[in-house]
């Protein structure tokens, strides 16, 4: 007997799917090249007739909808199956960190990973080119779209280097051999692959191939393409291209100021920063400000018509320290600050700082623009 027959025969046959009907809406589904409903009577014909020889392409059903099976002349590979890690999957979370990430593990768990799917696509055409997918499903939506910023930003220059926004899923970036799609609570990672290939021909055909399975990814993916909060309260005007990065857990690094979007911006020559959290009421806003206010040197600002505070910090010893004043409306808090990468390797004099009555203008003018 197969084990689909043994399966059947055993938990599937008809009183028993009766009598669990009795207590549970029991829906059934099979799936080979995607899924589909079974009624409970196909259950009891010739099994061969259900299992009809076609691959199976879902092998881990959990997230088995979320990758389409091609995209313009990529499928996916047949012979490699996928592989899951975490939460309902056959491998612990631990194993993901020694078979695929090495040493990048504590990044994804510090965003608040959860669960991993691999799988892998190949050309159709018969190339050796394929194209890796790491689909990553994080604790909360802004856990994941932090990390989203993270792989887009890191720790570089906006204005340098920065992949190219890509029309996928919530948000989409596209870099050289590798492309990101961020979707509420997940992150797929694509990169291609062709050991044939010279880099610049390697860049070009990345940039061909990977669009289409990201947006066919990005549309696929569950839940809702909204941005965290604070990303809307961030100005477009003067925003770096991709200039955003999400800190999930503490704005600046100050402790107990809780999740906010940075935007990078540059303003004719002048470099500057813009960070926005939202809480979810005033008195957690407030709440944000006192935190503030115990940074060292930290001054209020009178006279200027709002709850605004004017502070210096530095992310490390060897840092310049980086200006900052910062308001609140309602449940909001905004801050306008130097921008650091301008401020590097310069001795304090020369350094490119914005005044504090600019900054407080700015930061008036993007609470203005709240209702």
């Known amino acids: 007997m197969s084990r689909f027959g043994f399966a059947v025969s055993h938990f599937l046959d008809a009183p028993q799917l009766q009598k669990l009907s009795e207590d549970y809406n029991i829906e059934l589904s099979g799936f080979d090249e995607k899924l589909h409903p079974l009624s409970a009577g196909q259950l009891q014909k010739d099994e061969t007739a259900l299992a009809a020889g076609k691959a199976t392409y879902l092998a881990d059903s959990v997230s088995a909808a979320f990758f389409p099976r091609s995209a313009a002349d990529y499928c996916v590979d047949p012979n490699s199956e996928a592989r899951a890690f975490g939460e309902n999957a056959p491998n ?40 890796n997918v790491n689909l990553s499903r994080f604790a909360s939506v802004e856990g994941a779209y932090g990390f989203f910023t993270k792989r887009v930003v890191a720790d570089a220059d906006p204005a340098e280097t920065v992949p190219a926004a890509l029309d996928a899923g919530g948000a989409g970036a596209l870099g050289s051999g590798i ?70 857990k503490d704005v600046l ?18 470099r500057y920063r813009v960070f926005a959290l939202t809480r979810a009421d005033e008195d957690s806003a407030k709440d ?3 935190t503030l206010r115990k940074v060292d040197g930290a001054k209020g600002l009178k006279d200027t018509g709002v709850d605004a505070i004017a502070f210096s910090v530095r992310d490390e010893e060897t840092l310049p320290l980086v200006g900052w004043v910062v308001g609140r409306k309602g449940s909001t808090v905004v801050g306008v600050g130097d921008e650091l990468f301008v ?29």
Not at 111 to 116: A, C, K, P
Not at 254 to 270: C, D, K, L, R, V
Request: net charge positive; charged share 25%.
């Open 92 to 131: 612990s979370l631990d194993a993901v960190c020694t078979e695929l990430f090495d040493g990048e593990c504590e990044v994804y768990k510090s965003f608040g990973l959860r669960r991993v799917v691999t799988l892998r696509y190949i050309d159709g055409k018969g190339s050796p080119g394929a194209v």
């Open 179 to 248: 492309a990101y799609v961020w979707r509420a609570d997940m992150v797929a990672e694509l990169s291609y692959t062709n050991e044939l290939e010279p880099p610049d021909q390697l860049k070009a055909s990345a940039g061909r191939v990977l669009p289409p399975i990201a947006k066919a990814m990005g549309d696929a993916l569950p839940g809702d393409k909204q941005l965290p909060k604070a990303v809307a309260v961030l100005p477009s005007e003067h925003r770096l291209p991709m200039g955003i990065s999400y800190a999930a």
């Open 253 to 270: 690094g100050i402790a107990g100021t809780g999740p906010g979007a940075i935007g990078f911006y540059q303003e004719g020559s002048e």
């Open 288 to 290: 944000v400000l006192k």
């Open 343 to 371: 401020l590097r390797g310069k001795p304090e004099s020369q350094a490119a700082r914005i005044p504090e009555p600019k900054k407080l203008e700015r930061v008036k003018g993007i609470l203005a623009t709240l209702k």
